[in-house]
């Protein structure tokens, strides 16, 4: 054999056996996720214990010493932030100093909020010879879901159709309208939300209350607005104002004399760079939204029934009409925690983000809100797939960052605090998200369904979901859906707001959502850990190299190394 042959079998043998290693790695990884580790981390963090772990309270703050603690226990670094040991007061009078470590522990400040003692609403409507100001009474004719600070306002109204847009559906209720300091009035709802075979509506899609209500809410503080004025069409508010009851409260979960206090009862908002950030959003009575419609000369069924065929938006300013709002708020701060762990790659400059929430909607009246599914599920997604990093011993060339969220139920507050402060500024080039893996739509009658939501930009990440299925065996039946910047009601929005690609897994939608029965006992645990299984064979293929150029190509071979 001359020289050179040897030389070439020595260079493939090299590569088969650099192949081999990598295949070896990534097949230890995935052995380390089983359904016995999956349930064990799932009945802890959704028991009684955590009492449904709300935004800042004493169940969420066990939860996250839980969270940290298995971080710890398969490897993780602490990616949080820094902090100092105690040391007595003996100890300091002999030299000790306090040590800095940096903890698990991503901690920030929120402002919790509700509406004050002051509430009035009125209408002016301006004439030649006359001055009319009509006054709403609170919580007879209109409610106010508070911003962050107490405000008075007068200013003109703004009829702004939904108060939504859509690009790809190519529907823009602000546009050509100047918004910037006004009240918008706006429509509940969206085009063709009330009518499944409309144009619109098959545009758009099918959207949850919480998911709609948050992107309107961001749209509408985006425009400039003062304050928005939501009126329903289908339903009069005043039903929900209600002061008696003629026999008992009675539902599936309570049955009582007297109503049994909410989670919404009050708000949190990260702080902001200025006071008075927050929307102000006021909910009317049917009386009121028909006086306000009257007065401002709006036809809203006509626009309703015109707008989910055309997709045209019919937004205008309204002349000769002012609003005048004043809102009084009471607050107080709280402080929360995102839990962060970090597996440094051979590159420290790029991360990969894997995310869940940890929160839910705690404790009331001694009612849990135990979250098994919401989102107890996603975050044991999170804790296992590091644990199967840990396990497959390949140092990643990319830096992956570990992160389970607090505040999602509030508006994805923890997830929007992490993108504005990344580990260590590091530039975010992808983001995992997984929210509700755990559980069947009531069609699934086999238990395989799930969605993957992914930015469009990017097809390698349905290629190697697809392959990595198929290869594996996993039999999932996946709804892929690209979208050009996925935006909706969980955690991956911030990061595809700042342009970092994402994607995103949810099993389906139960009927015990947001309710006391999402209980561990409900969940299919053999979907949830063939989902935390795909993630890791997903992330452990574009942890090896340059996602960016990789992605953004098309072009990555599963097994490539590139």
């Known amino acids: 054999m001359t020289i050179l042959k040897k030389a070439i079998l020595a260079l493939v043998v090299a590569g088969s056996m ?27 963090l959704a028991s009684d214990w955590t009492e449904g772990r709300a935004t800042g309270t004493r169940g969420a703050y066990m939860a996250a010493d839980y969270i940290a603690s298995i971080f710890k226990i398969y490897g993780l670094e602490p990616g ?18 306090p040590e800095r470590y940096r903890s698990f522990y991503q901690s920030f400040s929120l402002v919790e909020h509700e509406p004050g003692e002051v509430q009035k609403l009125s209408l002016v ?64 709802g969206y085009p063709g939300h009330n009518d499944t075979t409309s144009a619109a509506f098959k545009k758009i899609g099918d959207k949850s209350r919480w998911q709609l209500y948050r992107e309107k809410r961001d749209m509408i503080a985006e425009s ?66 028909n006086t306000i419609l009257d007065k401002a000369g709006i036809d809203a069924e006509a626009f309703e029934k015109e707008v989910k065929e055309s997709l045209k938006p019919a937004s205008k300013e309204v002349k000769g009409i002012t609003m005048q709002l004043e809102s009084s708020v009471k607050s107080k701060v709280v402080r929360v925690r995102n839990v962060v762990g970090v597996l440094p790659g051979k590159d420290t400059t790029e991360i990969i983000v894997i995310g869940g929430h940890y929160d839910h909607l705690g ?44 505040g999602e139920e509030k508006g994805l507050l923890g997830s929007e605090y992490f993108a504005d402060h990344p580990w260590n500024d590091a530039e975010m080039i992808l983001n995992l998200n997984y929210d509700m893996i755990s559980r069947d739509n009531l069609d699934d009658t086999l ?50 707001n700042k342009d970092v690609p994402i994607f995103y897994f949810m099993a389906g939608f139960p009927p015990e959502y947001h309710s006391t029965n999402d209980h561990v006992e409900k ?11 795909l993630g890791y064979l997903n992330v452990f293929e574009l942890a090896k190299g340059k996602v960016q150029s990789a992605v953004g190509s098309g072009q990555f071979a599963v097994g490539s190394g590139q």
């Open 523 to 533: 969940v299919n645990f053999d979907k949830m850990t063939k989902i935390i299984k």
């Open 80 to 97: 949080g932030d820094e902090a100092y040991t105690n040391v007595s007061r003996a100890e300091r009078m002999s030299g000790k100093r």
């Open 224 to 289: 400039g607005a003062a304050a928005m004025i939501e009126i329903s069409l289908e339903y009069d508010r005043m039903d929900y104002w209600a002061d008696n009851v003629p026999f008992r409260y009675n539902s599936d979960t309570y049955e009582g004399d007297k109503p049994r206090s909410s989670f919404y009862e009050t708000s949190l908002s990260n702080p902001g760079e200025k006071i008075g950030d927050g929307m102000v959003m006021v909910m009317v009575s049917k009386r009121a939204a």
């Open 125 to 188: 409507k301006t004439g030649k010879n006359s001055r009319q100001e009509i006054s709403f009474g609170y919580e007879t004719d209109f409610s106010v879901n508070a911003g962050d600070a107490g405000v008075n306002i007068e200013a003109p109204i703004v009829f702004a159709g939904y108060g939504y847009k859509d690009d790809e559906a190519g529907y823009d209720d602000f546009k050509g309208i100047d918004t910037e300091g006004k009240i918008l009035v706006c429509l509940s």
């Open 18 to 44: 650099n192949s081999l290693v990598a295949q070896n790695a990534k097949e230890a990884g995935l052995e380390a996720i089983t359904e016995q580790a999956v349930k064990g981390q799932l009945e802890f």
């Open 447 to 496: 238990g395989v369904k799930c969605s993957m939501t992914y930015t469009e930009a990017y097809p390698v990440l349905q290629e190697l979901a697809e392959q990595h299925n198929d290869e594996y065996g996993l039999g999932l039946d996946i709804s892929f859906r690209a979208q050009e910047k996925p935006r909706g009601g969980s955690d991956h929005t911030p990061f595809a």
């Open 363 to 406: 404790k009331h009246d001694g009612w849990i809100w135990n979250g098994a599914d919401d989102n107890a599920s996603g975050t044991v997604g999170v804790m296992t797939i590091a644990k199967a990093m840990l396990a497959s011993g390949e140092k990643p060339e990319k830096t992956i960052v570990f992160c389970a969220w607090t």
